[in-house]
Nanobody, 120 residues
């Protein structure tokens, strides 16, 4: 089984910064795209940012210029540096990964989420 574990969430004032980390562990051949989604109560999850193995990033428009996604392929870890945080960034942030198993199967994996709260 592949597990994703997020860390780095917390409470921060508007304008502050947080750095989220997500490490994939378990038996897996390769992790492809990794990313971050967020969700508030009663709403569907939205993609915040993702990044391919070659380092090409993708961001939702609302976080461009404020958030930076990066990864360490050797550690199967993805990071999200969040600067200039706004109250509307408050959500549970979930790590996502697309992977290839040791027998060649494609699967999507999710972390349990980490709470980010931005106060005004």
């Amino acid at each position: 089984q592949v597990q994703l574990v997020e860390s780095g969430g917390g409470l921060v004032q508007a304008g502050g910064s947080l750095r989220l980390s997500c490490a994939a562990s378990g038996i897996i051949f390769r992790i492809n795209t990794m990313g971050w989604y967020r969700q508030t109560p009663g709403k569907q999850r939205e993609l915040v940012a993702d990044i391919a193995r070659d380092g090409i990033p993708n961001y939702v428009a609302s976080v461009k210029g404020r958030f930076t996604i990066s990864r360490d392929n050797a550690k199967n870890t993805v990071y999200l540096q969040m600067n200039s945080l706004k109250p509307e960034d408050t959500a549970v942030y979930y790590c996502n990964a697309d992977g290839v198993s040791t027998v060649g199967a494609l699967s999507a994996y999710w972390g349990r989420g980490t709470q980010v709260t931005v106060s005004s």
